[in-house]
């Protein structure tokens, strides 16, 4: 098992594997994009699984498949099959768009893979479209509903976005009304392409309750994992859940258990953090396993405490767009 060196341990690998994306959502980069990696700089497909064979014996039971958008790479369902027989790794889970995951739905269901997060930030086509810079509404929804109804664990992270989109916070979670899914509303956080600075945002998790609750005074708190970054909720009657993930409050930093790779190599052990090590060239050289275990232990056992702490010391951090960190 991997423990940090404020004891917390760390059993959760949010690994991206591009940073890659067909939308250009416009709180996470330009509207003309980024200088996206070339592909020598990206972990090929045998190097990930390799990567996930090492993290899986070091303690890591769980991975979660992220970009960019993952399912722009056309290999990532070779990835998927070989982690899904990779002894010790319980929780296989995914997060996308859900603009390119419509074909692979019935394969990923084969495979055992239930677990999806969904990034939607709005239920209003004009928003979406606006928010995304893209017309994708009508095969995101439909992708989104039939991964509901066929069984998938199907997570809405909604990001609220002052000015944007908090007009469809409580539509949104009308659709915990009618279907088993659960909506998260995102505090916005700092990573992103052209956005404003976080001073002068103003959804906060409170303020995302508070509006519910206008709505709906008698929902009420689930338990929730000690690792959840996630307070959960039910509205009396719904068949579905909702969240709020305080992503720039920060209240869960004291039971973090995740690590995160980037799509380049990058071991990043808090948003808030620059990376502690690149893994991409010891992954290229040879004593790939012991070299990589050696770097991760190192990496983990030199994790701020907090993410204000992190934010503190790595202040120019914040250039950085999440496609690049690994959402």
């Not at 045998?46 to 970009?67: C, H, N, P, Y």
């Not at 997570?155 to 609220?160: L, V």
């Not at 916070?169 to 700092?190: A, C, D, G, Q, W």
């Not at 790939?288 to 991760?296: A, F, G, H, L, S």
Request: proline share 3%; glycine share 6%; net charge neutral.
């Amino acid at each position: 098992m991997l423990v940090d060196n404020h004891n917390r341990e760390i059993n959760y690998l949010r690994l991206a594997v591009t940073d890659r994306c067909n939308l250009r959502c416009n709180y996470c980069m330009p509207e003309e994009g980024i200088n996206f990696a070339k592909n020598d700089k990206l972990f090929t497909i045998d190097e990930l699984v390799k990567l996930s064979e090492i993290v899986v014996s070091q303690g890591i039971d769980k991975i979660r498949i992220t970009g960019g958008e993952p399912f722009v790479r056309k290999d990532l369902m070779v990835l998927l099959r070989s982690l899904s027989k990779l002894d010790g790794l319980n929780d296989i889970s995914v997060t996308t768009n859900a603009t390119l995951i419509g074909p692979h739905i019935d394969e990923l269901k084969e495979l055992g893979i239930k677990n999806i997060n969904v990034s939607m930030d709005a239920i209003n086509r004009e928003t979406f479209e606006r928010i995304t810079r893209r017309d994708h509404y009508d095969v995101v929804y439909n992708n989104m509903i039939r991964l509901i109804t066929e069984g998938f664990n199907v997570r809405i992270n909604f990001i609220a976005l002052e000015g944007q989109n908090t007009d469809d916070i409580l539509p949104m979670l009308e659709l915990t009304k009618h279907y088993n899914v659960s909506v998260r509303y995102l505090e916005e956080m700092p990573f992103n392409g052209g956005s404003k600075e976080f001073q002068t945002i103003k959804w906060d998790f409170k303020t995302i309750l508070e509006h519910i609750r206008s709505e709906h005074p008698d929902y009420y708190k689930l338990e929730s994992p000690k690792t959840s970054t996630s307070m959960n909720y039910k509205i009396p009657g719904f068949k579905g859940t909702f969240g709020v993930i305080p992503s720039f409050s920060r209240t869960f930093c004291g039971s973090c258990n995740r690590l995160r790779i980037s799509a380049t190599g990058d071991v990043i052990t808090c948003l808030y953090a620059k990376a502690s090590v690149n893994l991409r060239d010891i992954m290229r050289a040879d004593d790939v396993e012991e070299n990589i275990k050696k770097e991760i232990l190192k990496a983990v056992g030199s994790r701020a405490k907090t993410g204000f702490e992190a934010q503190e010391k790595y202040k120019d951090v914040f250039s950085n767009s999440m496609t690049s960190i690994g959402g």
